[in-house]
């Protein structure tokens, strides 16, 4: 329904309750998502927010998703996860919470297709944008432009139809958003999306 009403990607947020407080869902029930939406073949966006990562890489692989984009903590080396990810024929992206710095994206730009800003901290939907992230964002888009980088800018936590545009005046090339698309029910997503995107 979401794709229907408008959605580019389908974001997909995978806890498991260690590396993050809260605990979603994994790789067999996102492959029932993705066999929802087979004839159009929307984007799978993955977002792990799990510990350890590389083991269960594989299974996202072939549960359908296009791009999984992982956290610099969630294990020693996330050099060798991202290039894992590019080896199984998926796109990588870093993601950098709202404690980690700008700076942790250096190392890996030549490794990544998405730079994912978290505005709110891991783990649960529904939480307020952090204010700082604004310049945050900004401060990525000025790193990943100096360095002639093509990654996606994407921003993930409390972005609302209030704060789309701030996003991306601030750079941001993709927004993410849960609560902001779902409120009022099934009726309601295509009104959403579509303030989302400032139409
Ligand atoms: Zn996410």
Redesign the pocket.
Same mark, same amino acid.
Do not use: A, C, F
């Given at each position: 329904m979401a794709e229907a009403a408008g959605a580019d990607w389908l #974001?997909v +947020?995978v806890m498991d309750g260690h590396f993050v407080p809260n605990i979603s869902f994994g790789a067999p029930v996102m492959r029932g998502l993705k066999t929802l939406v087979e004839e159009t073949n929307t984007p799978f966006d993955v #977002?792990l927010m799990i510990a350890p990562i590389d083991p269960y890489l594989e299974a996202f692989a072939e549960a359908g998703a296009d791009i999984i984009t992982v956290h610099p903590e969630a294990g020693p080396h996330i050099h060798r996860t991202l290039q894992a990810i590019r080896g199984a024929g998926m796109k990588a992206g870093v993601a950098l919470n709202p404690g980690t710095p700008v700076e942790a994206v250096a190392p890996l730009l030549d490794d990544v297709d998405l730079v994912?800003v978290m505005t709110v901290n891991?783990g649960f939907g529904g939480q307020k944008f952090i204010p700082a992230s604004l310049d945050k964002i900004a401060r990525v888009r000025q790193r990943l432009d100096a360095a002639g980088s093509k990654a996606t800018l994407q921003v +993930?936590g409390g972005v609302t139809a209030d704060n789309a545009a701030d996003c991306v005046a601030a750079g941001a090339d993709a927004l993410?958003a849960g609560t902001a698309v779902f409120r009022g029910g099934p009726s309601a997503y295509a009104d959403n999306i579509a303030a989302l995107k400032g139409r």
């Open positions: #974001h +947020d #977002h994912l891991p +993930d993410v």
